[in-house]
């Protein structure tokens, strides 16, 4: 009886499997199969088939949810994914199972950075070197999360002092190289930079640190060609070059000129000119940028006018970028044109002083937030505020959405002269995606919501605004690209007639950007 019940192949050999039997035969199985399993999830990891590794290691945790080396490697590719809050679970249960494990806690380190943690991060780099002071790995994260974290002075004595333990380690030569560009010390950067492509000749992260610190010290050209109009017969074509070149290791200048032609239903205008800035590296990754330049503008109002005056105004700028944290820029700069956006300011020989607020932070991958603020001050007696604020977050891969809210107005009103707004506010929701594939690139935008219009002595509107932009962009070299961009939109902030704008009102652009290293 009892071999009957058994199956058909065992009642073939004559063999009897009693219920013992069959858990160590299941078991003698399972270890067969993850033998299998976590040497070919390790081959795909080895050749950069992440997706075919991650379903292996997969695989090998459903049959055996304490599996070290699955664990450990789907927590690696979990934090280059941008999943850090699930790499750090995997990595803490690793931590309990193996408290001592160094290479453990290093990855863990790395991964607490990349989340932005990275008191944490630095913190537990200090407890694995206490253990073990020469592991260049560790030297090389607490160094990089210091530089992560703004500190880039102490991030570069971190480097030196462990390149004189490892002084042919190639991660510490490029950390070391990063950290000085980011310092604004390009020339320094590229010595460190050629001495890690020699010690790893193969290394994909030296070889394109060192492209970009060379595009940084060679000179470049640059030029563009932006063309608008509106429906209330305002247009302009303007163009720009610019040659840049370095002047030291922490100093770089640039030279521009250009050129701007305008119409309108009363007349044309002219501005042209020329300008030169010096950018100079302050230390800690704060820039100072400062320029002086001409433009002169004229100005006509038809046949059946005389022409007016021309003038020619003195330019200036003067600004300074701060880096306080790895994904945190301050900017505020100051600076002085000629109010000749289009023909009808081109008339009037006002000169505007501009102060700008700037800062941009990404707290989180596919997250980014920005604001800014500031004044404007007109020679004939008038004033402007502005600010503008906006968050973004990925949704899914390349697409980002969030709000956006702007506001301006003038002291006072100039009416037949130029658009002085009393205020002008609008909060629209804004979406943004990027695409990018080997050297080409497409950027879309676009945003819907509510603009509030006030204007001195006329009923304040409310309606409807909206933008569309878009932008192709092909790249070659290291720093070389060539980008086609437009947009439309109907927002009143667009408009430089002496009135509100029509209901029917629109705002359109084109723009080609070309630039080029020498």
């Known amino acids: 009886m009892l071999e ?25 199985l399972l270890v067969r199969s993850l033998a299998a399993q976590l ?39 979990d934090g280059w994914d941008g999943k850090p809050a699930r790499a750090l679970a995997r990595l803490d249960r690793l931590r309990r199972l193996e408290p001592g494990d160094e290479d453990f806690m290093v990855t863990q380190a790395q991964v607490l950075a990349w989340a932005g943690r990275t008191r944490a991060s630095t913190a537990l ?44 380690d190639a991660e510490l030569l490029i950390g070391l190289a990063q950290t000085l560009f980011w310092k604004g010390q390009p020339g320094l950067a590229e010595a460190y930079a050629a001495r890690a492509r020699a010690v790893a000749p193969e290394d994909r992260t030296a070889r394109d640190l060192e492209r970009v610190v060379r595009a940084a010290l060679r000179p470049e050209v640059a030029t563009s060609v932006d063309g608008a109009s ?20 922490e100093l770089r200048a640039t030279v521009r000129a250009g050129w701007r032609r305008a119409t309108d239903l009363r007349g044309a205008g002219t501005s ?4 030169g800035v010096v950018m100079a590296a302050l230390g800690r990754g704060a820039v100072l940028r400062a320029g002086l330049g001409i433009r002169r503008v004229d100005s006509d109002t038809g046949p059946a006018h005389p022409p007016l005056p021309s003038r020619t105004p003195l330019t200036a700028e003067l600004g300074l970028g701060l880096r306080p944290g790895r994904y945190t820029a301050l900017s505020g700069a100051y600076s002085r044109t000629p109010f000749d956006e289009t023909a009808g300011p081109m008339r009037l020989g006002v000169t505007t002083d501009v102060l700008d607020l700037h800062v941009d932070a990404s707290p989180r991958p596919g997250w980014s ?62 979406a943004v995606y990027q695409w990018q594939r080997s050297r080409w690139g497409v950027r879309a935008d676009g945003g819907l919501g509510s603009q509030h219009l006030v204007v001195h002595g006329a009923v304040p509107q409310t309606e409807t605004e909206w933008h569309l932009g878009l932008s192709v962009s ?24 002496t009135g509100l704008p029509g209901a029917g009102f629109r705002y359109r652009t084109l723009g080609l950007r070309f630039q080029q290293g020498l």
């Open 272 to 275: 042209y000119g020329a300008a």
């Open 4 to 28: 009957a019940r058994l199956p058909r192949h065992a009642r073939r050999v004559g063999v009897v499997v009693t219920r013992p039997g069959v858990v160590a035969l299941a078991a003698a």
């Open 369 to 430: 937030i920005s604001g800014g603020g500031g004044g404007a001050w007109l020679s004939d007696g008038n004033g402007r505020y502005s600010a503008v604020g906006a968050v973004l977050g990925r949704v899914v891969r390349g697409l980002q959405i969030g709000p956006f809210a702007r506001i301006l107005g003038y002291r006072e009103p100039r009416l037949g002269r130029y658009y002085t707004p009393t205020r002008f506010s609008t909060i629209e929701g804004r």
């Open 474 to 497: 092909h790249g070659w070299g290291a720093s070389n690209a060539l980008a086609l961009v437009g947009s439309v939109t109907n927002s009143a902030a667009a408009t430089t007639t």
């Open 39 to 77: 040497p070919e999830a390790d081959t795909a990891f080895g050749k950069g088939d992440y997706a075919a590794a991650r379903a292996g290691y997969d695989r090998v945790l459903a049959a055996d949810s304490l599996n070290r080396r699955a664990l450990y490697r789907l927590a690696i590719l």
């Open 125 to 168: 780099y200090d407890s694995i070197l206490s253990r073990s002071p020469n592991r260049s790995d560790a030297l090389a994260g607490r160094a990089r999360t210091i530089a992560w974290g703004g500190d880039l002075d102490r991030a570069e004595a971190l480097w030196r002092q462990a390149l004189e333990r490892h002084p042919n």
């Open 230 to 249: 509106d429906s209330d017969d305002n247009h302009f074509v303007a163009q720009e070059a610019l040659l840049t070149g370095s002047l030291g290791a």
